[in-house]
Each structure stands twice: as C-alpha cells, then as structure tokens.
C-alpha cells in the first residue's frame, strides 16, 4: 500500500497517539522512524552510517508525553514519570523486540531481533544482507519496540555499526551471556561458527534520540529526551 508522506503538525504528540490507541502499529512505526525533523519521502536519500565502538549515552530528560492543555486522557501529573531505569530492565529483560527501519523508498520494515545492552545502549545482531542491515547501510533512522506486563516502550534512534575487536567482542559476550549465542571475531569480522559455512553477522547499537514509554495502565506516558551528541562519543 502507497502511503502519503509524514507531515509533522503542531498536533504531532495527539497523532502518535491516535495511530498506538488504534493498533496501527505500521503507521506508528513509520511515524516515529520518520520523526517530526524528518519527514518520510520516497526515493529516500542515502545517508552515511556512522560505524565506530559502542558508545554511551547519559541518563536523559523525563518529561510527560502530554500536559494538560492537550486535553487527553493520559496522566499529566509528574509523579507518573517513569525513570530511564525502567526502560533499560525492560530492554535487558526482553528476550526479543521488533526493529523498524527505512526501506530504500521510505517504507517501513520492521523484523524481530534479539536485543542485549552493552553500556547501557541497545544492540542487535544481523546478517549484512538481509533487508534490515541493508536499510541500516542507506538510513540509520531506526526503532526499537518491546514491551513487559510493567511497560511497553518504544526507542527512536540511530543506528552504529560496531568496529574493532574489543568493543565487538564486548557485544558478542553479552550476546554469549544473554542468549548462549557464540560469535567468533576474526579480522574485525563478526561469523557464527556453529552454522554451516560460518555466516558473517555485523553488530548495531541503536542510540537513543528519543524513547517513549506508556504504562501497563494505558494512561500514563513518559518521553525521553537524550543529548544527542552523547551518543555518538
């Protein structure tokens, strides 16, 4: 299906809520990848992925999705902010979550990938040819979506391709750790030696620009707000 390009509006937060509230969780996910500075168009321009160790990201700024002059249904009390901690347990937890990424026209993809964390920054594991490596190699705008019986929580951010052998070792140990899932690093290459013909995989931090979580409640909502500079130290 041929959709419209994204339009940012002053009404942005009420339309990301429509699109979660209705289930339409392809609008939503190409609505965030896309992002109020950055409208989806197609053909989409390539732009050029950063590669480099695993980077850290400071603790970000809280803040209520919504207030009240919004007029909405969510909570607009302060107390009802949820802390970056949560969203980390949540992602640690997860035994997997849903990765959207660009595709070349600006449509949306969206796969199931087993995330882990290495300095507090997501990471995931792919083939360098499949569909999500391949939008990654021409737009690193991506998210992350995943959730827990406490919090469903979606990640806007940047992906990383991870380079040299220390820090993709690190990657490839928390992988080890989490799942049991042996990589070997051999050149500055990822490959997993216990499939046939020893497939290389590459590794992706997707940094955080921007995370949403939404209670178990259904009516509280917290945004985060990161340095954006941070994540690419």
């Not at 490596?133 to 990640?155: C, F, K, Q, Y």
């Not at 990657?171 to 051999?186: G, L, N, P």
Request: proline fraction near 9%; include cysteine.
């Amino acid at each position: 299906m041929n959709h419209p390009p994204i339009v940012p509006t002053e009404d942005w937060p009420a339309a990301l809520n429509t699109w979660r509230l209705a289930g339409d969780l392809e609008e939503l996910a190409r609505a965030l990848a896309a992002g109020p500075a950055l409208p989806v168009v197609a053909p989409a321009r390539r732009v050029r992925r950063a590669q480099g160790p695993v980077s850290t990201v400071d603790t970000p700024v809280a803040e209520l999705l919504f207030q009240p002059e919004d007029a909405t249904p969510f909570s607009t009390d302060v107390a009802t902010l949820k802390p970056w901690s949560q969203a980390l347990a949540c992602l640690q937890s997860a035994t997997k979550c849903w990765l959207s990424t660009v595709r070349p026209d600006g449509h949306p993809h969206a796969a199931p990938v087993l995330p882990v964390l290495v300095d507090g920054v997501p990471c995931v594991a792919s083939r360098p040819n499949t569909r999500k490596s391949r939008n990654l190699a021409r737009n690193p705008h991506s998210v992350i979506m995943v959730g827990n019986e406490d919090l469903d929580l979606v990640v806007k951010g940047e992906a990383r391709q991870v380079s040299g052998d220390t820090m993709l070792r690190r990657v490839a140990a928390a992988f080890e750790k989490k799942y049991s899932w042996s990589f070997d690093i051999r050149d500055g290459r990822v490959y997993d030696d216990s499939l046939p013909g020893s497939p290389q995989y590459a590794f992706y931090q997707i940094c955080p620009v921007q995370a949403f979580g939404y209670g178990a409640d259904g009516m509280t909502a917290t945004r985060w707000r990161f340095d954006r500079a941070a994540g690419r130290r």
